[in-house]
């Protein structure tokens, strides 16, 4: 498994002892069990790709109480590898939107899509502040976010696509997390995990329009470039970036990714470039207090 870094900061440790996976290292230093997962290692001939084929998630033309019993081992075996299971679970809905839900006691637990009550089905971001909670996103070039704040012992993760990035859901995630649990966003940590690089992330220009629209021109000129084969790139992890330093955070505790799902195509799965609907899985674990 050679990873391809697009800089030689060490943002990631890897782990490839059972099933492997990357984690984000400024985290494992504040001893927050984190993951993100890789294509590896699978033998589960259902998914037809061998060993590179590791399912962590009901992809849509599957019938889901059909793959959800694979899908849930590999999960649980992964959450495992953080010292918790599938049983303190709380999963992301992957909706491309800027909402973000209070994990309950009542939310823990696999579950199938089908039989998720209707207020958990639109849900791009989850925080709580429950000691032992896992928190769950997938995305296959999109990138996660974890947030961590040891102050007042919460955890949050979200799923960040262009659209949710547009919304800023890292900073919606932050405002609830204060609400809730009244973190201050200065003790907070975050991590932009794994996610499609500029280079390979082409946007049409109603991309660049609704940026321009939201966030004004000048941001929206930091973050998208027209490249010279005359398309719009977005860089994801830079406009996630300025998102969490609006909140007031500090910028040494913001971990940014430097590595693409789609430069590595062979190790993670990339809706971009195979436009596979199967994904990655990034975990979080509540530790504090504990
Ligand atoms: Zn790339």
Redesign the pocket.
Known sequence: MKIQY?DQKKIFNVHTEQIPYLSVAMLDALGVPNLYSTRFRSFDNQSGEGETGLRVVVMKHEEEAEAAPVVFKNRDALARQLGSSIEHESVTDQKHTNHVYVVTEQDLGPILRSEKPLHRRCIDGLVTDLPDVLLTAFGGDCPPIYLADPKRGAIGLVHAGWRSTLGKIPAKAIERMAVQFGSDPRDLYAAIGPG??????EMGDEVYEQFSEQWGSAAADAILRRYPGGKYHLDLRAANHMTLLETGMSEERIAVSNV?????ADIFYSYRAHRMENEQVAMIVNRFGA
Not at 196 to 201: A, G, L, P, S
Not at 260 to 264: D, E, G, H, L, Y
């Open positions: 697009s499609i690089c500029t280079d390979c992330y693409c799902t789609m430069c590595n």
